[in-house]
């Protein structure tokens, strides 16, 4: 490691380095682009971000985008807007119908934006600082640390060049796997689920009206879930049941969307194109400060897509972490560095545990309606979803859970958790 930073070519003071410039820390670099911070994003990626991962930001999200003054350029950049969701049986039953507007929010709507975008917008959005700069395609191997602390960082471009960066304040925002929660020790909850996903990309059925919804199908065989995209396309996600994963793999066009359409008879014949398989696990640090650093995003909470929330985790933990920041002349002072970290842990932490532990009973819900049980799991689930739609408490309950906006006071429900 110190060899590594011994042959670095060029040294880059700033106030803030960013380790990973994915969704979360690209977002944390657009939040500070009016701000005094000589700020340093380091990503490896060679390419855009995959497509095929989530594809939306939250109307919590939508407001937090709002009051950074940022949210039009996403609209500028075709950003369309969902409006509701709805949960159908394949006989045809519509079990919840509802929309965002019923609840009492400034932005009613998902803010619909392919994930291969996300980043590189947020990035532009920083960019407008001066003391913006970005590294990438670099990669961080090395690091020195002292007391818990990263004094410095040697990131290192594909042909070999090393820059060394040295910040008073890190930022993790290197995903799910993160080298820098490894390299610092942070432990980790770590619960595997038993369901891979399958992310299918689809023309947008033009009979699935309206078209600015989320749709889930159930039948007694399982799910689908259909969004649309801001591209005239649909993405269809399902966990993989008792078909097994070899069969996806093997399976033709035409006998995907046979497959499909008996669970939701709409996608009939639909021309189906892969867009991924997906192990689900979830990954949550025990504590997201050690020092001078913090991490944000899937390298602090990496959870299970049942609802849709990883990316929208990490964009709101954002304002909490703006505002505990220290001052540029702050910074100087590592007790204080240090204390501002652990009063956003001390905010964010219980916050993100009880959304995590929300996120997992959803995840076993799912697994449950993909698993040997699955008929009666799957009738089970229908008739809570019945109970959503005719019970005014729980509707409200499940439309803030669903929109970013948890209720923090009343009790729980099972029925609440399924949806
Ligand atoms: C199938 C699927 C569907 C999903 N659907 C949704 C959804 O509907 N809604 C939702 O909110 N979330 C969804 N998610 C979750 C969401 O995609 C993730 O939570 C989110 O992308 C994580 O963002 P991040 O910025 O924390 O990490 P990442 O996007 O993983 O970014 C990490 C960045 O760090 C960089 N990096 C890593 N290591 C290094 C290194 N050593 N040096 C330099 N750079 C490095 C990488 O290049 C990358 O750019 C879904 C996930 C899956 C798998």
């Given amino acids: 490691m110190s060899a590594e930073i011994e042959s670095a070519t060029e040294t880059i003071d700033a106030d803030i380095v960013i380790v990973g410039g994915g969704v979360a820390g690209s977002a944390m670099a657009a939040a500070l682009r009016n701000s005094d911070y000589k700020i340093v994003v380091i990503d490896k990626r060679t390419a855009p971000l995959d497509s095929a991962r989530g594809d939306n930001f939250t109307p919590a999200n939508a407001e937090i985008f709002s009051q950074w003054g940022i949210l039009d350029e996403f609209i500028k950049r075709g950003a369309t807007k969902r409006v509701g969701a709805e949960f159908r049986t394949s006989a045809g ?226 304002p909490n972490l703006l505002a505990k920041l220290p001052t540029v002349a702050e910074l100087k002072d590592p007790n204080k560095v240090r204390e501002a970290l652990l009063a956003f842990e001390a905010i964010q932490k219980p916050l993100y545990e009880r959304s995590i532990a929300r996120n997992h009973v959803a995840a076993m819900d799912m697994e449950a309606a993909a698993g040997e049980n699955h008929e009666f799991v799957i009738k089970r689930q229908d008739e809570a979803l019945r109970k959503v739609a005719a019970t005014p408490a729980i509707r409200r309950r499940y439309l803030h859970e669903s929109t970013g906006y948890p209720l923090p006071s009343s009790p729980v429900t099972n029925a609440q958790y399924l949806v």
């Fill in 93 to 318: 039953e519509v079990l919840l119908t509802s929309s965002y507007s019923e609840i009492d929010i400034p932005e009613p709507y998902f803010l619909v934006y392919h994930h291969d975008l996300m980043a590189e917008t947020f990035q532009e959005i920083a960019s407008v600082n001066p003391n913006y700069q970005l590294l990438q395609p670099y990669s961080v191997k090395g690091f020195e640390i002292e007391a818990g602390s990263i004094k410095s960082i040697t990131a290192t471009s594909n042909d070999g060049k090393n820059i060394k960066v040295r910040a008073p304040l890190v930022i993790a925002s290197d995903g799910s796997t993160s080298n820098i929660r490894a390299a610092l020790g942070f432990p980790t909850f770590e619960h595997p689920y038993q369901h891979n996903l399958v992310s299918i990309f689809a023309p947008y059925p033009k009979e699935l009206t309206p078209q600015n919804y989320f749709y889930r199908y159930s039948d007694p065989s399982g799910h689908v879930i259909i969004q649309h995209r801001n591209n005239g396309t649909a993405k269809v996600i399902l966990a993989v049941g008792e078909e097994g994963m070899p069969w996806w793999k093997s399976a033709t066009p035409e006998q995907r969307a046979e497959f499909l359409a008996r669970r939701a008879p709409i996608l009939e014949g639909i021309e189906t194109e892969m867009a991924g398989f997906y192990p689900a696990r979830m990954i949550h640090a025990l504590q997201y400060v050690s020092g001078n650093t913090v991490l944000i995003g899937d390298a602090a909470h990496t959870i299970h897509p049942a609802r849709g929330q990883g990316l929208n985790m990490g964009i709101s933990a954002l």
